[in-house]
């Protein structure tokens, strides 16, 4: 299937068109050439699915990983090179079609949402960039392409997070993201080291075939710090992961990041880049399971940390792109915990298989979110609350794509959200009843918060708009429309026929005791939504001020940001950099320039010997004879 | 016959009489006369070295010929300075010929 | 006549024609067919080099050898391997680029340029100690001139200091290399030849040292690299190219070449002292240059740590990591310039480099800008620019030891990374983003053409050795093969 | 005794013939117009004195030992014939500008007269000769010392340098007497195998050492020549510096370890701490200077260490490098000496200062003097370089590398004056009163360019330390 290579080639070559051209194209031009460009990788994504699930991927009634095309890109010593190819197996399959599609929605968007933006074509090019790099980072065949790639992605998603590149707030939210992603990708880094070092490849194939047998006998011994290699190795990867995919305590760019155009965080922040961390773990998922059981506890408690976490803040949040921020925070964590909960094979790899579902189904619901709040913005000109209320009327379209979205997150059925987290919660009941617990309240959350913004845009009182709002054009809303149906369809899909921890197909039926919980739950928290925030009322206030000083801390998500401000302001910036730049200008220069005093300084205490008295000279003269013979004889 | 020895205590006492002599006295001409005093014991040791202990051959005679020929000519030469400098400074204070310093 | 002798004829050549007249226009045309001249003689050399690599099994090719001072068994000796061809390739591109940075600069500059040139280029095709170091000082001495005279702010006190510190290293160098010549037994200067014999291990010690730190201060190890932040602040554009792009790597080449190639069991042992310090090097110019607020200053420190990767990758004595190294010289060498060349086009411009003055230059010098953040990229290593692959060598090859020390340096010297990230995007932030500070910087022009070419000419080097990096390792890595071998004999 | 002997000292009759020429013409021409040939005459007696050195070349002895000639003592009186002729060439514009009352010629033949005593250093082989030698060429030097004699600075600088060297001269010939009174000869060649290390015999050293370090201006005496360097006049300033310098090096090379050999631990760690000794001290007085020709004493001080370290060792490859770098040492110092001339003539100034900008006003001037400094501070590829090279490689094959790496180091220290003096001219501003381009007259010209080429030359074109080398010892 070498023309899967084209998927990524495409869009990179857009890339170059679009930036290179900026200048000589029309906007217009440029935005349909981009548009048109992703159209053809969405197209062959497509075309590869099927290929892939239907014709040519099962190998004796498994999933195989098929490696599509490959080539030698650098090589490090006799054993270890970097190879770049497409390496396709169920989970990139599916990532390659969830990509494109919310690529491809997103950029037919943008074409009306960044109209008349200045750097339009700047806009589409860098699109190009992030799709190409996200593209080449799902097909990776080798861990080291893929952190190629996940660098790349953190580029892209950093011009793009900065493309209103004259508003400060837009600047320091992109720096910010970039630079907490690029800690975490030092975990990354350095975990692929240790696991390369020992295993002596970078190759997926190896690392994860029979059941990670490698990585299991070359790195469960080799202690440091008292944790073996593997358990090394696979914690700093999952830092990695954590750090893209806004686990905490590394989640704290991704809501700033919505600083970004809106259908670049849905895109981005939504669907894509943010679950590349998943889709990591998952990929090393053998690995985890058979070398370190250990760092899938670790990655199932952070999970469930951080979905509890992050659904609490939601709640609180006024900024409607900040909410959403959250709630995509609450649920990739939820993919992670599905993650961490799961075993290999067959049933005992529901969680994987769950953890994949949702990635998918929520990738079109959380698109489909975002483009929502990205018209709604359109139409306000706002992203606050405040400025909202009773769009409904104005705004039919998006009002109800954003109900279907919302209660798809919610999990009520027949929406696709539903059917993906319950398999989750059903993985996680069958793993550890307390995690189920936290995922189950975490679920009732989900729909409070979500309805909670659903309710306070379209319903409650009507603000005064300075301009009539109004739906948005068609190239808008037709996106809405299509992931809306996604929304709709994709819960129905037999993913577990598709997708599965050991690329056998199972059937996972509908666990109907946590189903209906899960259900029960998503509805209270609708109703306690509705109770609150569909007529507008003091009921949200006198809530607020009830619980007043959690409420506050949640509101300021915990402090978390202030936290980090004081490691980076106070700690590092005061503590070691300026201390470090004092020192040098001061101790090292300052002894360099002391040696030039000191010779300076000796020069004038012996320049009084030069008397001009030629007879101190003759004293001189005599005296050092004789201590010269004196010398001399004693030698 | 007067030892050996007496003739270089003699010197001696000249030569650091001359060398003090040169670094303490003010008069450009008394140090001029410090550097004979050193230049004259050395002719003596020359002198006595070859009557007492090479007296086969004649080098140390000579040699004093030499520094006394040269000597002179030294002397020439420094007065003939030591006049252009109390000409020009109108004074002949060797501490006062300091100009040139550091 | 050895065809690598025409690279240093030409720039000779050059500064003979140099001092004919100093009509503008006639220096323009001498420097820029000349240098390009030079750049042709450099491919030419390359692709000379790459036939003959494949039918020949020598280290070195091209050699040639002519007696000079036969007493000490000088040789005018010249030859190279596939390091010094990159070197030599590196060293054109910039210097043409540097040509077009200096486009308005008077005769008297290029003068001194040339003579930079003939240095360096002498530098990386001698065999010979002696030639070798000569060309060394040869490149070194220009430097206070082009600092001084051309120079901005602090020019006297930088080109001094500048002066001094590198003259004192190459003190240390004149010491050890003698002391090389002699205890190898006095009777070769050839470097392949003296690799042949064996220098007493008591007298390795010290003359490891000595090369060593020698060498080091060039390339800016600490504690000696203070300066490199005095000195590129105060030069001119294209002098700071020159000098952080090709210089500098003179340092990491000359511990590379003699240091360790000739002295390998000292370097086994002495290893850990100069890795402690290199490892600090790295970390400590990346955390230096976090809260500067001077472009020279922020991108000397930056250089203070990339250089310093350099140093450490040819310390961990693996093939790997020395590839690395290789690779990082070149990409630094190449992304220093473009930064240096940028940096020149804003100051000219601005008339500041104080990056608290500034903000929002991408709207008002578009090119310049993204220029700016592609080399921004390059320095933090993104995938694709040449950083990357440079540094990403050189973590797996130190890696490669199984003793814990140095495991433990290398991921210490992996956090650079991370520093370098928030530098480089602290500096984008605020100069090129955001609004436009100074309502006078509104009215300023873009970058001319000849900037341009600079700025181009060199993205593409970058981003060449970023996509296809397999070809330049490959060269590097077959280049190691002797080092290798000295050092696998302890 | 045969007229053979007379045809060996071919250079010495030469040279007095050159003085006695000068004489007659000086006295005769008197104040005539025929004087103005007087200086092309010397120039060419001397250029043609010069080139024949290095012709006709007969080893041997005469005077029963006294008079000794070689390949080497041969080339010792070339490299300071070249000297000279610089020095004559530089000197005239200045005696042309000096008032009336200074006879022009006579310059030129105390000149010639000094150089003869240093023949006769060289020369000798017998310490009566090498004495006279050392007094005929000093005396007349201090008349040139003092030769302005309307200047109270050239008339102190004259004392102080007489007055100085016939102290020192009398302390050697006090260690002189006792060698002899220990040893009974006065014969170089017969005292080598006499002598032994008894008291007498290491005092008489020590004194004559000091006698011979005082012409080289080793630290510790070495306090006359900065005096006596920034109160003559210019050229004799040069001569001084180099030629004198020259010579008594030579001086000391060949007694060291022909004579003295036997004594090789007494005057080792006495020679390596004054070698280390007189480059520090060089060094750090230089540092502070602000009068050029004083700076220049200060450095040929420090220079004279780096001498040391050639002759120190005493190997046959450090007397190789000792007299190349004499040779390199001597047109470098004379170039710099060349500008100062000029500059000296035309603004009648010579502190540092006085060179500000000195490239904007003449940049030919200004190149000389920075390729005279970067080939003193041994930057390549002039000669000071090379012959920098190869004295620390003549004390590193003896192995002693710490004296080396202190002379290394130190050449940062001498960089740092060095370029004080590049940095007046190429940096600074010129100051208001030196707007024009200034000239310098054809001779000077001629001197710039011969220095200029030898710099370049003699280091680059192998020939010439080749040619020294095969000489050898």
Request: with cysteine; proline share 3%.
């Amino acid at each position: 299937m070498g023309f899967t290579v084209y998927i990524i080639l495409v869009p990179i070559v857009m890339f170059l068109f679009l930036s290179l051209g900026s200048k000589w194209l029309k906007p217009r031009t440029a935005g349909i050439i981009g548009t048109a460009g992703m159209a053809v990788s969405t197209l062959l994504s497509y075309f590869t699915a099927y290929r892939y699930f239907f014709v040519e991927g099962q190998q004796n009634g498994v999933y195989a990983k098929i490696t599509a095309f490959t080539a030698e890109w650098l090589r490090f010593g006799d054993k270890l090179h970097i190879d770049m190819g497409v390496l396709l197996d169920p989970i990139s399959v599916m990532m390659l079609v969830v990509i494109t599609t919310v690529s491809l929605m997103v950029h037919l968007y943008s074409l009306g949402y960044m109209k008349g933006e200045v750097g339009f074509q700047r806009y589409f090019g860098l699109l190009s960039l992030f799709s190409f790099s996200m593209l080449g980072l799902v097909v990776a065949t080798n861990i080291f392409q893929m952190y190629i790639f996940w660098e790349l992605v953190g580029a892209s998603s950093y011009l793009l997070i900065g493309f209103y590149y004259t508003k400060p707030t837009a600047v320091a939210a992109s720096k910010k993201a970039f630079i907490v992603t690029r800690f975490a990708d030092l975990g990354f880094l350095i975990g692929i080291l240790i696991l390369s070092f020992n295993t002596g490849t970078f190759d997926f194939g190896l690392l994860t075939a029979d059941n990670a047998s490698l990585a299991v006998t070359t790195m469960s011994g080799g202690s440091f710090l008292g944790l073996s290699a593997a358990t090394w190795a696979m914690s700093l990867l999952f830092m990695g992961a954590a750090g893209k995919s806004a686990m905490f305590p590394l989640h704290i760019w991704l809501p700033d990041a919505m600083e970004g155009p809106t259908p670049v965080s849905a895109l981005i922040h939504a669907a894509t880049m943010v679950v590349a961390g998943v889709f990591l773990v998952a990929r090393m998922f053998p690995l985890y399971v058979f070398a370190a059981p250990d760092v899938l506890t670790l990655i199932t408690y952070v999970g469930a940390f951080t979905a509890l976490f992050a659904a609490v803040i939601a709640i609180t949040q006024t900024d409607i792109k900040r909410v959403l921020a959250f709630s995509t925070i609450s649920q990739i964590a939820y993919m992670m915990v599905a993650l961490g909960v799961s075993g290999m094979g067959g049933h005992a790899g529901e969680g994987y298989t769950a953890s994949m579902f949702h990635l998918f189904t929520h990738a079109f619901f959380k698109a489909l979110l975002f483009l929502g709040a990205g018209a709604v913005i359109h139409a306000v000109h706002s992203n606050e609350m405040e400025n909202m209320g009773g769009l409904r009327k104005y705004m039919p379209v998006t009002h109800i794509t954003f109900l279907i979205a919302c209660l798809a997150i919610s999990g009520i059925p027949p929406f696709s959200g539903f059917f993906s987290k319950d398999e989750i919660l059903s993985a996680a009941f069958q793993h550890d009843k307390f995690i189920f617990a936290v995922l189950w309240v975490v679920a009732g959350l989900t729909a409070f918060y979500m309805f909670r913004l659903y309710y306070r845009i379209f319903w409650g009182a009507e603000r005064r708009y300075d301009k009539h709002p109004h739906e948005a054009p068609a190239v808008m809303y037709v996106p809405l429309i299509v992931l809306a149906a996604l929304t709709c369809v994709c819960g129905m899909l037999p993913f577990s026929k598709f997708v599965s921890s050991d690329g056998a197909p199972f059937s996972a039926g509908i666990n109907w005791g946590i189903a209906s919980a899960s259900v029960l739950v998503g509805i209270a928290g609708i109703a306690v939504a509705t109770w609150f925030y569909k007529k507008a009322s003091d009921r949200p206030a006198r809530a607020a001020a009830k619980w007043a000083g959690f409420w506050d801390a949640a509101s300021h998500k915990f402090y978390m940001d202030e936290v980090w401000q004081f490691v980076t302001k106070k700690i590092i910036f005061r503590c070691v950099s300026r201390p470090i730049a004092w020192f040098d200008r001061h101790v090292i220069d300052g002894t360099m320039n002391a040696l030039g005093t000191m010779t300076e300084k000796a020069s004038e205490t012996i320049e009084p010997v030069q008397s001009g008295k030629v007879q101190t000279y003759a004293l001189v003269f005599v005296f050092s004879v004789l201590i010269i013979t004196v010398g001399v004889f004693l030698l | 016959m007067i030892p050996m020895e007496h003739y270089l205590i003699v010197s001696s006492i000249m030569f650091f009489v001359g060398v003090y002599g040169f670094i303490t006295r003010k008069n450009l001409l008394a140090v001029l006369i410090s550097i004979e005093l050193i230049l004259n014991s050395v002719e003596i040791n020359f002198s006595v070295f070859n009557r007492y202990l090479y007296p086969e051959h004649m080098e140390g005679m000579f040699f004093s010929l030499f520094g006394i020929a040269i000597s002179a000519a030294e002397t020439a030469v420094a007065i003939a300075i030591i006049i252009n400098v109390y000409r020009l400074a109108n004074n002949i204070d060797v501490r006062h010929i300091d100009k040139l310093k550091h | 006549m050895n065809i690598l002798s025409v690279l240093v004829i030409i720039p000779l050549a050059m500064l003979l024609a140099l001092l004919v007249s100093r009509n503008r226009a006639y220096v323009r045309t001498v420097v820029t067919v000349g240098f390009g001249l030079v750049l042709a003689a450099a491919v030419a050399v390359a692709v000379v080099f790459l036939q003959e690599r494949a039918v020949s099994s020598e280290a070195m090719l091209l050699t040639s050898s002519t007696v000079w001072y036969a007493p000490l068994n000088i040789h005018y000796a010249v030859g190279v391997d596939g390091i010094s061809v990159l070197m030599i390739l590196l060293s054109s591109v910039v210097a043409i680029t540097g040509v077009f940075s200096a486009w308005n600069m008077e005769r008297d500059f290029f003068v001194w340029y040339c003579l930079l040139a003939i240095g360096v280029f002498g530098y990386f095709i001698s065999l010979d100690l002696f030639t070798m170091f000569l060309f060394y000082e040869v490149a070194l001495i220009p430097m206070f001139l082009l600092i001084g005279v051309w120079g901005n702010g602090k020019k006297e006190y930088a080109a001094m200091k500048l002066t001094l510190m590198l003259m004192a290293g190459s003190a240390f160098l004149l010491t050890g290399i003698l002391g090389i010549y002699f205890t190898a037994g006095g009777t070769t200067m050839n470097i392949m030849e003296l690799s042949q014999m064996s220098i007493p291990m008591n007298h390795q010690y010290w003359i490891f040292s000595l090369v060593f730190i020698g060498f080091g201060v060039l390339g800016a190890l600490f504690p000696f690299h203070t300066w490199s932040p005095d000195g590129h602040a105060a030069a001119p554009t294209s002098v700071s190219m020159l000098h952080a792009g090709v210089l500098m790597k003179l340092g990491g080449y000359g511990c590379f070449r003699v240091a360790i190639f000739l002295m390998p069991q000292a370097a086994h042992e002495l290893s850990w002292i100069f890795l402690i310090l290199t490892g600090i090097s790295v970390v400590y110019g990346a955390y230096g240059a976090v809260l500067q607020t001077d472009l020279k200053y922020i991108n000397a420190y930056s250089s203070v740590s990339h250089c310093g990767l350099v140093l450490f990758a040819i310390l961990m004595l693996s093939r790997t990591a020395m590839t690395g190294a290789v690779l990082q010289m070149l990409s630094h060498g190449l992304m220093t310039a473009l930064f240096f060349s940028l940096i020149g086009v804003i100051y000219s411009r601005t008339h500041t480099r104080d990056i608290r003055e500034m903000g929002g230059l991408m709207k008002v010098m578009p090119f310049a800008s993204v220029c700016y953040v592609v080399a921004g990229f390059a320095s933090l290593g993104l995938p694709g620019l040449s950083g990357f692959v440079s540094e990403m060598t050189i973590f797996v090859g130190s890696f490669e030891h199984t003793d814990t020390f140095r495991r433990v340096l290398t991921i210490l010297a992996t956090t650079s990374i991370v520093v370098t990230a928030v530098y480089i995007l602290r500096t984008v932030g605020k100069v090129l983003f955001g609004p436009v500070l100074n309502p006078d910087h509104l009215k300023l022009g873009d970058a001319h053409w000849y900037e341009r070419f600079s700025a181009v000419a060199l993205i593409l080097c970058i981003a060449a050795i970023g996509i296809w990096p397999s070809g330049v390792q490959h060269v590097i890595y077959e280049s190691l093969q002797p080092v290798m071998e000295q050092i696998n004999l302890f | 005794m045969d007229f053979s002997n007379f045809l060996m000292m071919h250079q010495e009759l030469g040279l007095l013939a050159i003085f006695l020429i000068l004489i007659v013409f000086d006295i005769f021409a008197g104040e005539t117009p025929v004087m103005k040939w007087f200086r092309p005459l010397a120039v060419f007696l001397l250029a043609v004195h010069t080139v024949a050195g290095f012709f006709v070349v007969e080893d041997g002895t005469a005077f029963g030992g006294m008079y000794v000639t070689n390949d080497l003592t041969v080339l010792m009186k070339n490299i300071l014939n070249i000297g000279t002729l610089v020095v004559f060439l530089q000197a005239g514009e200045w005696l042309r500008k000096e008032d009336k009352g200074i006879r022009e010629g006579e310059f030129y033949v105390i000149t010639a007269a000094t150089l003869f005593g240093m023949y006769l250093m060289i020369s000798a082989g017998n310490f009566m000769l090498l004495y006279i030698g050392i007094e005929t060429a000093s005396l007349p030097a201090a008349c040139l010392a003092a030769y302005k004699k309307h200047q109270e600075k050239s008339a102190e600088a004259g004392a102080k340098y007489i007055l100085m060297t016939a102290f020192s001269s009398g302390i050697m010939m006090f260690g002189l007497s006792y060698l002899y009174g220990a040893t009974g000869t006065m014969y170089f060649e017969d005292m080598q195998s006499l002598i032994t290390m008894t008291p007498m015999t290491v005092l008489g050293f020590v004194f004559f050492f000091a006698g011979l370090a005082f012409k080289i201006s080793l630290v510790p005496f070495h306090m006359w020549a900065p005096d006596v360097y920034e109160g003559s006049p210019t050229p004799t300033t040069a001569y001084l510096s180099v030629v004198s310098k020259a010579a008594a090096v030579f001086v000391l090379m060949l007694t060291l370890h022909h004579v003295f050999g036997g004594m090789e631990k007494v005057w080792y760690y006495l020679m390596w701490v004054i070698t280390v000794v007189t480059i520090v001290v060089g060094n750090l007085f230089a540092i502070r200077q602000n009068d050029i020709k004083r700076f220049f004493a200060y450095s040929s001080i420090s220079q004279a260490g780096y001498i040391m370290l050639g002759v120190l060792h005493g190997s046959e490859m450090g007397l190789s490098a000792t007299v190349y770098f004499i040779l390199v040492y001597l047109f470098s110092n004379l170039a710099a000496f060349g500008v100062i001339t000029s500059v000296e003539n035309r603004t009648g100034r010579t502190e540092i200062a006085a060179y500000n900008g000195l490239y904007k006003t003449n940049p030919k001037l200004a190149l000389v003097m920075m390729l005279a400094v970067f080939s003193l501070a041994g930057i390549p590829p002039l000669g000071g370089f090379f012959s920098k090279f190869f004295i620390f490689a003549s004390a590193a094959e003896q192995g002693d590398y710490i004296l080396v790496f202190i002379a290394t180091v130190n050449t940062v220290i001498s960089l740092y004056y060095y370029l004080r003096i590049v940095k007046a001219m190429f940096i600074n501003e010129p100051a208001a009163d030196m707007g024009e381009v200034m000239r310098t007259d054809v001779y000077n010209k001629a001197s710039l360019v011969l220095c200029v080429a030898g710099m370049l030359l003699v280091g680059v074109v192998s020939g010439v330390y080749d040619y020294i080398d095969a000489i050898g010892f």
